[in-house]
């Protein structure tokens, strides 16, 4: 069991472009959480899947951000136009149902922004 | 208003020493869950614990539904106790998403 994998690991992108990151859960895991941390915000929600399917985007800022999950092995977050603002550590965790004991982290992402 | 509270948000000890660290909640819970995470690392998950008190080696977790409240003891503490521990719960009209508090910086000196 590998884990939760992210990739990439780091992501230098200019203002303005557009960065992609990826997410694999562990197999047999239905839920998949995008998290995004930085030292001002702490720990924050953006999005959640189960079984494929969109749960719960409360999290997300309107514009310039999208997250899918077009198969059960993997999950993309997508930020268009990025801005320096969204430097941060992006979080991918998955879990057996949601709300398991079983709520596993990958590495993270950490995307600047310059 | 911030719905998870922690305290304190930063702590330095001595190696051996004793620590209590605290989780505050403002809202009904379906679970909490205790996570330790080093500087640059992963989140790893120390306890879930929704009711009651749990124990893992030199880590005791006790959560207090009724007082809104989830503590994390760790006894003995050793320096590769160091890092951030966060608290994070999920309640009734949250879905299965946590919410996290902002997380306790402990360092241990040897």
């Known amino acids: 069991n590998a884990g939760v994998i992210q990739t990439p690991r780091h992501k230098v992108t200019g203002k303005g472009q557009e960065a992609t990151l990826w997410c694999e859960p562990i197999?047999?895991?239905?839920?998949v959480f995008w998290y995004r941390q930085t030292i001002v915000q702490g720990l924050e929600f953006l999005t959640y899947?189960?079984?494929?399917?969109?749960?719960?985007d409360s999290g997300m800022p309107k514009e310039r951000f999208s997250a899918q999950m077009p198969n059960q092995s993997h999950s993309t977050l997508k930020i268009q136009s990025t801005q320096p603002q969204d430097s941060a550590v992006y979080l991918c965790?998955?879990?057996?149902?949601?709300?398991?004991?079983?709520?596993?982290f990958g590495s993270g992402t950490r995307l600047l922004v310059i | 208003g911030q719905q998870v509270q922690q305290s304190p948000a930063s702590l330095v000890l001595q190696e051996g020493e004793n620590a209590e660290l605290q989780c505050n909640f403002s809202t009904s819970l379906n679970s909490m869950q205790w996570f330790y995470q080093r500087p640059g690392g992963s989140l790893v998950s120390l306890f879930y614990?929704?009711?009651g008190t749990k124990h893992s080696g030199r880590l005791t977790s006790t959560t207090v539904i009724k007082e809104r409240r989830s503590s994390l003891h760790i006894s003995s503490s050793q320096t590769t106790d160091s890092g951030t521990y966060l608290c994070a719960l999920e309640h009734g009209s949250s879905g299965n998403k946590l919410i996290f508090g902002i997380g306790t910086l402990l360092s241990v000196k040897p």
């Open positions: 197999s047999g895991h239905s839920a």
């Open positions: 899947f189960r079984n494929q399917a969109p749960i719960d």
């Open positions: 614990n929704p009711s």
């Open positions: 965790a998955s879990s057996r149902t949601g709300g398991d004991s079983d709520y596993t």
